[in-house]
């Protein structure tokens, strides 16, 4: 008897695809659930998509408090003038210049023997970064720009003093492999600090800051940015990012000691802090 291929091969793939299916792991994308390898791609285009208009955006979600929440973030660091920072997802610069102008004297001014390192992954927010500086006449001898990936540094083992990581770890994919290798490329004595957005825990602020997210910050994103999508995302990874406890214990189990945590606007946003010892 003589049997088709097309018989014989359409069963195989079908097998196949549900091998497939059930072999991949899933993650959230905002309140989608997507394959793990699927959302690094993903919330590149993201960043890609939103890089041009991406301090615009911050002014009128946050009506500027993003400004002050970045340099309490920084004054909460209060780094010395001989270190060497780790920026990590800092592609627009907001926190390096920061911290290459920080006097804990004055405030910002400029200042010190500091360098940092800027790293992120999307190439685009890294070009938006390098332009900055240059209107922003930052030296660039205490400046320098890697594109890579927060989970795997291409950096050498106990390389900096301090690491950061401002408003991106909701959006990676595997925040322990973070956590990992922000530990790993710290020093000992090394510090961690994270800002992120949070959980309000006032009942009442917390539907109105709802509301305002869902209903408003969309919006925006498609009168400024032209990108509706692309800030429903980001609204949506700020609920599926843990509460502050829960954060702070994975940074325990990481390693990290002295670990704490500090809110700013009812815990809209908090500052997360940990020690390599």
């Not at 291929?5 to 991949?24: A, D």
């Not at 102008?101 to 938006?128: E, F, H, P």
Request: glycine letters at 6%; a neutral charge.
């Amino acid at each position: 008897m003589i049997t088709s291929n097309l018989f014989r091969k359409e069963p195989n793939r079908g097998i196949l695809s549900i091998l497939r299916h059930i072999s991949e792991k899933y993650t959230h994308f905002g309140y989608q659930q997507v394959p793990e390898e699927e959302k690094a791609e993903r919330v590149h285009d993201v960043f890609a998509n939103v890089a041009k208009s991406y301090d615009d955006m911050n002014d009128a979600m946050s009506f500027g408090l993003h400004r002050i929440w970045k340099d309490a973030f920084m004054r909460y660091l209060n780094p010395g003038h001989n270190v060497s920072l780790l920026d990590v997802a800092g592609g627009t610069g907001d926190i390096a210049f920061r911290f290459l102008k920080y006097n804990s004297g004055t405030g910002l001014q400029n200042s010190s023997n500091r360098k940092v390192t800027v790293c992120d992954i999307n190439q685009a927010m890294l070009d938006v970064g390098k332009k900055r500086a240059g209107d922003l006449d930052i030296d660039t001898e205490k400046l320098s720009w890697v594109c890579g990936d927060a989970e795997k540094l291409p950096f050498e083992d106990k390389l900096f003093d301090a690491y950061t990581i401002a408003f991106c770890i909701r959006n990676c994919t595997h925040i322990q492999k973070v956590l990992e290798e922000a530990y790993r490329v710290l020093k000992p004595g090394g510090r961690f600090q994270c800002l992120e957005f949070s959980r309000v825990n006032h009942t009442i602020l917390r539907r109105l800051y709802d509301a305002y997210s869902f209903q408003v910050i969309p919006v925006m994103g498609e009168v400024i940015a032209g990108d509706w999508k692309s800030y429903q995302y980001l609204v949506e990874s700020i609920r599926q990012f843990p509460d502050q406890e829960t954060f702070a214990e994975a940074i325990r189990n990481m390693g990290f000691k002295s670990v704490e945590y500090s809110n700013m606007t009812f815990g809209a946003v908090a500052i997360h802090s940990g020690f390599k010892v």
